[in-house]
């Protein structure tokens, strides 16, 4: 018996035009909030728990970045590049005519399938996540804001 081929989370996202639109929206709203100095949604572990989610500081990093300052956003989050290019690319899908969306999200599954890049750079977030953690949680707390 074969197994079944499992989607990578990414395509499996793209494929709906609908969610990927909302995805895509709710994300710009939030950087939209954030950029004109509103305090956008607030993360519910940091505030639950008082422990930064591995995401804590994306927000503001992007902003940085689409100001331009590298530096600023790299110190607030160095996914921030990561997750820009992928709001654009899942905005980018959402809006494409259907000709033209169903090609690129083949390629993106294609590169995803023979590289994993999805599961690594979840990875990555994790351990970067955890390495800001524990090496200076007072440190990473204040830029994170909480």
Same mark, same amino acid.
């Given at each position: 018996?074969?197994?079944?081929?499992?989607?990578?989370?990414?395509?499996?996202? +793209?494929?709906?035009?609908?969610?990927?639109?909302?995805?895509? !929206?709710?994300? !710009?709203?939030?950087?939209? +909030?954030?950029?004109?100095?509103?305090?956008?949604?607030?993360?519910?572990?940091?505030?639950?728990?008082?422990?930064?989610?591995?995401?804590?500081?994306?927000?503001? @990093?992007?902003?940085?970045?689409?100001?331009?300052?590298?530096?600023?956003?790299?110190?607030?989050?160095?996914?921030?590049?990561?997750? +820009?290019?992928?709001?654009?690319?899942?905005?980018?899908?959402?809006?494409?005519?259907?000709?033209?969306?169903?090609?690129?999200?083949?390629?993106?599954?294609?590169?995803?399938?023979?590289? !994993? &890049?999805?599961?690594?750079?979840?990875?990555? +977030?994790?351990?970067?996540?955890?390495?800001?953690?524990?090496?200076?949680? @007072?440190?990473? &707390?204040?830029?994170?804001?909480?």
């Amino acid at each position: 018996m074969a197994a079944a081929a499992v989607e990578s989370p990414l395509t499996s996202l +793209l494929r709906s035009r609908v969610t990927a639109a909302f995805l895509a !929206g709710i994300a !710009g709203v939030h950087l939209a +909030l954030v950029a004109f100095g509103f305090p956008g949604w607030p993360c519910p572990l940091l505030s639950g728990l008082g422990i930064p989610c591995p995401g804590c500081g994306l927000s503001r @990093a992007v902003i940085e970045l689409l100001r331009g300052d590298w530096r600023g956003a790299m110190e607030l989050h160095a996914f921030s590049p990561v997750f +820009l290019v992928a709001i654009v690319m899942v905005l980018g899908t959402s809006l494409l005519p259907e000709r033209h969306r169903l090609p690129v999200i083949q390629r993106i599954e294609r590169v995803e399938r023979h590289t !994993g &890049l999805s599961v690594l750079l979840l990875v990555g +977030l994790l351990v970067y996540w955890v390495f800001r953690w524990a090496s200076e949680p @007072a440190a990473y &707390l204040a830029l994170v804001g909480g």
